[in-house]
């Protein structure tokens, strides 16, 4: 898996990180996070950078599907995980249903929030869709059965993607339609879910 | 942040032997804390064994009947879990009432029980701190401590447990298991925080170069109904400033079993053991609630700004206890 | 195709229809760049270290060691950095901040002043080596403590006079059959746009280039060449996209020292502040404490009214909060008193942030109305209609347009306000007590000189250029929307370039004035092109190109009290037994001027809204009084709200265009937070039967606080 380049106390190694499907092998102080990585050496800036310290989810990224905040992700500690960033989430020109959605009903404004809160929708979306419930569910005991995705729900789930502009409201809208789109796609060719997935 | 060495274990004989006796030296998990404090310069480790990769991720029951965790289980398989959420509700609750969706897909629950402190002093390295250097002095005392401890502390450090999850597991009577190259060890949650005194630099009961490996809940049907309420300046994303797991079981309008764990009142979650004795046996109803959190917070210590804590967890507690036995009702 | 091509049959008007960002698909794809995010061949990083006194000298920088640590590349600091010139007046009128001319001297006026800046070849290298350096003060005590009877109160101008008076006060308040006479505070606050400041700057062919995240190239421009004695044609900035500014994203100190040392290393240095970092250097909100008293007859009309307010700033450069001037705007009375004072202490100096003194300001003023209501047991929405002036209250000035009474009765209707039980703890819904509150908002409308050039090229596509700032605020859209209308084109067929210096002076983002300025500026460039381009002459390959400058236009201007106004309604739920406050629900319906986007400028109101929510339940700064520096400096520690604390929010508008403005535009950037906070105060005293006059609402505080709604056996 990783190769490491010196066996005594060593404070870099050549890690290969696997980003949007496509593999990056570069030398990495141990200290650099995902975030910086990203960022500063592999040119994919669409992570933000907001705080740096699990505070605001602006550098959220999907490790192995599950929304991740990138800053308190070392890198050298990526290694082996799928790594996708808000320059894979689209399938070539084609937009993914959330970022279409926030497009459509303007879930933003500055922009820079943006990346971090479309991949937590992505992983807000999986997770609602495998039954997790959240702290807002009034009933978590599993015979309960799964809650709605409603405004409610959406607005818990989303609360770790802080936006200072204030969008929240479309963001909001912009969460239920992509929801609603997986959900009607789901539903009309049941095979159809890996590929909104 | 310094610069350091790095190592993946693989298995947890290899992993307590990485870690052997270097004070230098941190497992790392979700690092969700861990790097964070390593920024702001708190933590300077020379090395850091990930323990990630250890086969410690499942949530099984035991033959008793309770529940075996391992430590590098996410907080959000924690709560997602069926049986968590079938067996000890406010468990879930706790954990979903912690941090955020990506925090609580990092952290592991080892990590979360070692989590330190968010006091604004001991996370500012230009400031004095007797946790984080030992004998420099505590600020909070006479500065900013509105949600500062008002159980257990001392002159020393009046700083809180930012835990959700290890309130719930101590209402609970988790144990915590942990590895050492002598062996295995375990400790009941209730001893593995260590009192502060004048050493608030020492957290907990876990001998030098031990590795957390789970936590055991035994078998509790009081725990199916129970309910973790979290108060915090924000309706999300936000550190207690209070909360309350709870659990209560009434049969013919009599308290038979109950649990009460409080936290951000505290260095460590807080088992509300003089409260769950006047609870047991007596009528089930407000009156007895009230009674119970008097009994518990007569030991409380309320600092200039942070006495407002004991009005929430009494109205917490009798809330709570209300809206259990409503639903036992039901 | 070279003949002229703008249509002049079939274009329906764009301006006023919904369009989705020209940008957008950049922001949500993470292809838009933001300041930190232009590669450059040979970057260097600088991280600037930051005083850990409040007050003192520094004796020493042991540099030695630091400059050992690999990769470092340079130490700045007061001993070897550039000399500036700080001797100037800005684009905005105003003298430099000394806290961004970096490294001149060895004092220290702050806790967070910035010392030294360590470059190296990494960011990680220069983080740990700007931690590792070691400086020596000598300390000397300091006072950070901001109280209503501080005896270095003195009153400041700022951007308008500090103190206003007419009529007898005492006597009217004596003469009046109810009064009300309350003290209100607000916290410390701070901007925390999502984007950290970040520049990086070089030098390319002799000419110096910042790209930098800010709300204003032109402005930027002249404070560096006027800091570095450089020609302003010298010096280039760039900030295509901005992520967030709310006043906070002028001339700081990381472009400063950015520029320093990209001229010592002779390669380009970027330079971004941490989120700690920047509670110290980018500026806040001065924490105020106000007095307002109001007199009035039985019927609610007001016969005086004093507002005061007290803010602090730092010892090295003045600014005011100016929160006593929203009261010579909103309500006249006989005796009609206002002041807004200063102190001067040893914290970092606040600067403007989002509605600076109407913010504040109109919190005090319409919680007071709100107490005057309920005094007088008099509606609050009537009592605000009985009390319309006619002309400024202070100015005697007409108003150019005042549609607040308008905006009350739209809102009033739409939120059910008749249906409304005016005495205070009535409505419950399980554990949570239910109430609703209102209050009014203006803020100043105005445009300043901007210059703008419009292309029309061979095949038939059009481009703007202007030096506008997109900081979230869809100016880039919209002044698309408006070249479009003046061109008489689809949108489509036209680019907007903005945020570029090398486009010419124009105004920044800011005081709500930059879409109105850049629209002027736009319509009168686009709207001369299509004149030219209709007498039928060729395009030439270089295609032509019109340039405008409204300084002559916008200095014709007759005075006149010129606002948006708008009302703010919203519903609260309190649970008395844990002090937690939540908005169930928000309206607020504005009289802003022709709103150009409607999609974009709705957004725009409710992030104001959010504001005030932010601002009435979570933000505050705590500064501690033993080391004078903030304590919890980072977004756990300082509360902006979530999604969870945002329900929705409804925000709208009645028909308001200014006649005297070429497209129609008020300005919508401020006026949503202004009366937001007062709104949601006054829902919390209707649901509780408790007022609360200092901000923010914590639930310690709805716990701690007598009444109803306290814990009386606390």
């Known amino acids: ?197 | 942040m310094r610069e350091f060495d790095y190592q993946r274990a693989h298995d947890v004989a290899g992993a307590v032997a990485l870690l052997g006796t270097d004070p230098d030296t941190r497992f790392l998990g979700g690092g969700t804390n861990l790097v964070d404090l390593m920024k702001s310069g708190v933590e300077r480790p020379a090395r850091l064994v990930d323990i990630r990769e250890l086969p410690l991720d499942d949530v099984e029951s035991t033959p008793e009947g309770g529940l075996r965790i391992g430590a590098t289980v996410t907080n959000a398989d924690l709560a997602a879990h069926p049986e968590v959420r079938r067996r000890y509700p406010a468990l879930a609750q706790a954990v979903l009432a912690g941090a955020s969706g990506q925090l609580r897909n990092m952290a592991t629950v080892g990590g979360n029980l070692l989590q330190r402190t968010r006091c604004g002093y001991f996370t500012d390295v230009t400031r004095p701190c007797n946790k984080r250097l030992p004998g420099s002095g505590c600020p909070a005392v006479q500065g900013e401590h509105h949600n500062h401890a008002i159980l257990g502390a001392s002159d020393h450090c009046v700083a809180v447990h930012p835990s959700d999850m290890a309130v719930a597991l101590t209402a609970f009577d988790a144990v915590v298991h942990f590895e050492t190259a002598d062996g295995p060890g375990r400790l009941p949650l209730a001893d593995f925080y260590l009192p502060v005194g004048d050493t608030p630099h020492r957290e907990t009961a876990l001998p030098p170069g031990a590795l957390i490996t789970g936590v055991t809940l035994p078998p509790a049907p009081v725990a199916a109904r129970s309910r973790y309420r979290k108060v915090r300046e924000r309706a999300s994303y936000a550190f207690a400033i209070g909360s309350l797991a709870a659990a209560l079981d009434i049969r013919d309008g009599v308290v038979r079993d109950a649990r009460l764990a409080f936290g951000a009142v505290a260095s460590r979650p807080w088992r509300a053991l003089a409260a769950e004795r006047v609870l047991v046996g007596a009528a089930a109803g407000a009156e007895a609630y009230a009674a119970a959190a008097d009994a518990e917070l007569a030991a409380a210590r309320p600092l200039p700004h942070n006495g407002y804590k004991v009005d929430l967890m009494r109205n917490l507690v009798v809330a709570v206890l209300s809206e259990l036995a409503e639903e036992a009702a039901r | 195709m070279t003949a002229a091509t703008t249509e002049t049959a079939a274009h329906a008007p764009v301006v006023g229809t919904g369009h989705t960002r020209i940008e957008g698909r950049d922001k949500v794809t993470g292809a838009a760049r933001y300041a930190a995010e232009v590669p450059f061949a040979g970057l260097a990083h600088g991280w600037l270290v930051l005083s850990t006194v409040a007050r003192g000298r520094i004796r020493a920088l042991d540099t030695d060691r630091v400059l050992a640590m690999p990769g470092v590349l340079a130490v700045l600091d007061h001993r070897n950095a550039l000399r500036l010139t700080t001797d100037y007046t800005g684009l905005l009128g105003t003298r430099p901040d000394p806290t961004c001319a970096v490294f001149q001297h060895d004092r220290v006026p702050h806790l967070g002043w910035p010392v030294a800046l360590v470059v190296a070849e990494t960011s990680e290298q220069a983080r740990e080596a700007a931690e590792a350096l070691v400086v020596h003060y000598e300390q000397e005590p300091h006072d950070i403590e901001l109280t209503a009877e501080h005896p270095g109160a003195y009153p400041v101008d700022g951007h308008m006079p500090a103190v206003t008076g007419k009529g007898d006060l005492e006597a009217g308040l004596a003469a009046s059959a109810v009064v009300v006479d309350a003290e209100y505070t607000t916290p410390e606050e701070h901007h925390n746009p999502m984007e950290p400041h970040a520049a990086t700057a070089r030098w390319d062919g002799g000419r110096l280039e910042v790209i930098d995240s800010n709300q204003g190239v032109t402005w930027v421009v002249g404070e560096l060449a006027n800091l570095f004695s450089l020609d302003p044609a010298a010096v280039r900035v760039r900030s295509e996209h901005v992520g967030g500014g709310f006043g906070s994203k002028g001339v700081r100190a990381h472009q400063v020292a950015a520029v320093m040392a990209a001229t010592l290393l002779q390669r380009p240095v970027r330079v971004v502040l941490t989120r700690r970092q920047m509670f110290s250097l980018a500026g806040y909100r001065s924490p105020t404490t106000q007095r307002v008293r109001l007199g009035a007859g039985p019927d609610g009309r007001l016969v005086a009214l004093e507002h005061r307010s007290i803010s602090l700033t730092s010892t090295v450069h003045e600014f005011v909060e100016p929160s006593a001037a929203v009261a010579r705007v909103m309500y006249d009375a006989d005796a009609h008193h206002t002041a807004n004072r200063v102190v001067r202490l040893d914290v970092p100096t606040p600067t403007w942030m989002r509605a600076p003194g109407e913010a504040p300001g109109s919190f005090a003023l319409e919680a007071a109305l709100d107490e005057l209501a309920e005094k007088c047991g008099i509606d609050p929405v009537e009592l605000r209609l009985r009390n319309e002036p006619e002309r400024g209250p202070v100015s005697g000035l007409p108003f150019a347009g005042r549609n607040l009474a308008a905006c009350f009765r739209e809102g009033a209707r739409r939120f059910g306000w008749a249906d409304r039980d005016r005495r205070p703890r009535q409505r419950r819904d399980g554990r949570w007590l239910l109430g609703t509150g209102t209050a009014a908002a203006s803020f100043p409308s105005g445009a300043a000189p901007s210059t703008a050039t419009a292309t029309a090229h061979p095949d038939g596509t059009f481009t703007v250029r202007i030096s506008a700032a997109d900081i979230g605020t869809g100016a880039r859209t919209a002044l698309g929307l408006v070249a479009a209308d003046a061109l008489q084109v689809p949108p489509d067929r036209i680019r907007v370039r903005i945020g570029d210096s090398d486009f010419g002076p124009a105004m920044i983002a800011g005081g709500s004035m930059g879409t109105r300025s850049w629209s002027w500026a736009v319509k009168a460039a686009a709207g001369e092109l299509r004149e030219r381009l209709a007498l039928g002459a060729d395009i030439p390959p270089e295609g032509v190109t019109v340039r405008s400058d409204t300084t002559e236009a916008i200095g014709s201007l007759a005075p006149a009290e010129r606002h948006s106004f708008g009302a703010q309604f919203a519903e609260v739920a309190v649970d008395p037994a844990t002090g937690e406050v939540r908005v169930r629900r928000m309206l607020g319906i504005f009289a802003a001027g022709r709103i150009v986007n409607p999609l974009t400028a709705r957004n725009q109101f409710r992030g104001g809204m959010i504001w005030g929510i932010s601002m009435a339940l979570h933000e505050e700064a705590v500064r501690d009084r033993a080391s004078g520096g903030p304590v919890g400096a980072d977004l756990a520690g300082y509360h902006v709200a979530t999604h969870a604390d945002v329900p929705h929010i409804e925000a709208d508008w009645i028909d308001d265009t200014d006649p005297e403005d070429p497209v129609g535009i008020k300005g919508i950037g401020e006026i949503g937070i202004v009366g937001a906070a007062a709104a949601v105060a006054n829902a919390v005293w209707h649901a509780t039967g408790v007022r609360h006059r200092s901000l923010p609402i914590r639930p310690d505080r709805v716990l701690s606080a007598p009444g109803p709604a306290g814990a009386p056996d606390a």
């Open chain 1, 1 to 197: 898996m990783r190769k490491k380049q010196l066996m005594a106390l060593s404070t870099s190694s050549v890690i290969t990180l696997k980003i949007n499907g496509e593999k990056h092998t570069l030398p990495v102080d141990h200290r650099t996070t995902l975030l910086d990585a990203l960022r500063e050496r592999l040119d994919l800036t669409g992570t933000k950078k907001g705080c740096d310290q699990g505070q605001c989810g602006a550098c959220t990224v999907l490790l192995d599907g599950r929304r991740s905040v990138a800053c308190l992700q070392l890198a050298v500690t990526a290694e082996g995980r799928e790594i996708t960033t808000i320059e894979g989430v689209a399938d070539g020109e084609r937009l993914h249903p959330v970022q279409q959605a926030f497009l459509e009903l303007d879930g933003y404004q500055c922009g820079y929030c943006t990346p971090g809160q479309i991949c937590a929708a992505i992983g807000v979306i999986e997770e609602h869709a495998a039954g997790w419930p959240s702290a807002v569910t009034e009933d978590v005991r599993p015979e309960a059965g799964p809650p709605d995705l409603t405004a409610e729900e959406i607005r818990e789930r989303m609360s770790g993607n802080l936006c200072r502009c204030g969008a929240y409201v479309s963001i909001v809208e912009a969460v239920a339609r992509a929801a609603q789109t997986r959900q009607d796609a789901a539903t009309a060719l049941p095979d159809a879910e890996e590929a909104v997935a």
